[in-house]
C-alpha cells in the first residue's frame, strides 16, 4: 500500500469526523463541551485543510478557530452565568463569623439558586470607597449586577440595581419577606446615548 | 425525537451531495490561472509563496478591503459595548471561574515560544506558508493568554484602536505607492525589472502591517467581550 492511499484513508476518517463531531455539537446541552467540540473542529479541519495542500488556510483556521474562539467563548460562557454582587455595607450582612452565612447571603443565595445563576460577591476596596461613585454610576461603569448597602437613618439594608433588568422584580418578591431588606432600582441610560 | 431525525437526515443528504460534487471537483484542477501563477509568480512579486504573491500583489485589492473589514467589525463591537468611560472590573471575594494553575503554568512557557512562531509567520510570509494575517492571529492568541495569567491586566481599547487605524493608514498607502513608482495602483512598488530578491521588501512591509493589524484587531475584539459582562 503506497503513501497515496494513506493519505486518502486518512482524508476519510477525518470528513467522517468532521460529521460526527457536527452531530453532536447540535445534540449537546453543556456549554464547555460544545467549546471543546468546536475546537476539535477546527482542529479536524485543519488537518482537512493540509492534506488538500493548502497550510495558508490550515495555520489561519488553527490560530482563529482553535484559539481566539474558545477564549472568547470561555469569557462570554463564564460572564454570562455569573450575578455579581458588590458589597459596600461591610458588616455581617453578608458574612458573619468569618462564613458566608449573613441573612442577606442566604436569600441571595436563593435567588441565584433560582436561575441557576453563579452567585460572585465582591467587595472591591476601590469601588467600595469610590467618592465620585454614586450607586447609579457603579453599576453603570461596572460589571457590577446588585449593589448592597445600608441606610443608617431607617436601619435597613438596600439592594440597587438596574430597573432594565428582570432579575430585579423576582428580587424584590423575595425579600417582602424580610423587613429589613429594600429593594431599589434606577433607570439607565438608553443605548446609543 | 421528530426533529433530531429530520436534523440528522438532512446532514445525511448534505454529506451525500457533498461526495457528489468531489467527482466534478476534478474540472478545477485543469485551470489555466494555476499555471500561469506557477510560472511566474516568484518573478513578478519576489514571494516563493505563491498565496502570499496573490494575496498581496495580483490580488491586494481584495485583501485590502478584508482588512477594511476586520476594522469596521471592531468598531462595531466598541460601539456596541460603549467603552468610552474608564472601564474597571471588579475584585471578586469569591471566584468561581478562577483559571487552574496547571493552564497558568503552561501558559507563561507557551507565551514567549507563541510569540515567537507568529513573528516568524509575519516576517516569513513570503517563503513559508503563512504571511499577515496568520502570524497576526497567532500574535493575538499569545497575548490573549496574558488575561488567563493574570485576569487583573487593564488595557487601554482607545489607544489600541488608535494604532490600528494608522496600521491600516499605512497598508493603504504602502499599496498606493505603485501609483508614483510604476504608474499603477496597488501592486508592488519596485521597478518592474527588477530583481527578484529586491522586491520581497514590499512582501514583508506589508506583511507586517497586516499583522500589526490583525493582531490588534483580535486584541481589541476580545478585550471588549471580556469588559463585557454587565
Redesign the interface.
Known sequence: MNDLMWIDIIAYVLQFMLIAIAVVVVLQKNNSTIVLLVVAFSLVVSGLYVINHAPDVAIAEVAIGAAIIPLIYVISISRQREFIVLDRAMDDFIISNNDFTGIGYVLLKRFTDYYHLELNICNDPGLCSWEAGPDKVICEKTNVDLIVSRDEEKGVYQLKGKESSLLMTKLAQMAEDYDDIEVHTFTERGFGE | MSR?II??AA?GIL?VMFFLSMEEMEDLFKNDAKLYFFEHGLDDTGSS?L??AILLDYRLFDSLFEAGILLVAVFGVIWISRHD?????????????KTPELFVTLSRFVFPLLLMLGFF?ILNGHLT???G??GG??V??AI?LLY?INLERKTDISLIVAVVKFAYLGIVLTASISLITRGEIFTNFMAVDAPTMSKYIYIIALDILIGINVALC?WA??TA??????
Not at chain 2, 475584585?91 to 471561574?97: G, I, N, R, T
Not at chain 2, 467581550?225 to 454587565?230: A, N, S, V
Open positions: 433530531k436534523l440528522v446532514l454529506f509563496n498565496i502570499t468611560f474608564e472601564e474597571r472590573n471588579a475584585h471578586f471575594m469569591l471566584d468561581k471561574y509567520i506558508p503563512g504571511g494575517f496568520q492571529a497567532v493575538a492568541t490573549l488567563y483580535l475584539i476580545f467581550f471580556l469588559k463585557e459582562g454587565r
